[in-house]
């Protein structure tokens, strides 16, 4: 039943505002994104520390989920087979 969440680790995105974007996987913000003139987006990883400038925001946000990728899965993914949070309850589908 675990191996639902390792399986297909998925972030969610929430956009603050337009220009504003954060990323998140079941346990913690990882990083987030913002754009300045143009379609030129900014992103950074959980740390402010800077990842780069993309164009285009799929492209930053790769970037923060790659940043983030190794740490979820060593970290993130057992925490959350330990301490499952409530509403992040797997759903069966069939
Ligand atoms: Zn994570």
Do not use: Y
Not at 25 to 45: K, V
């Amino acid at each position: 039943m675990f191996g639902l969440f390792s399986s297909a680790p998925r972030p969610t995105w929430k956009r603050v505002e337009d220009d504003f974007v954060m990323g998140a996987c079941s346990r913690r913000i990882f990083g987030f994104a913002s754009r300045g003139d143009g379609q030129i987006w900014a992103a950074f990883d959980d740390q402010s520390q800077p990842l780069g400038s993309f164009d285009g925001l799929a492209d930053a946000q790769n970037a923060m989920w790659e940043k983030h990728r190794t740490f979820h899965a060593r970290v993130c993914e057992p925490a959350h087979a330990r301490f499952p949070q409530r509403q992040a309850r797997p759903k069966v589908s069939v």
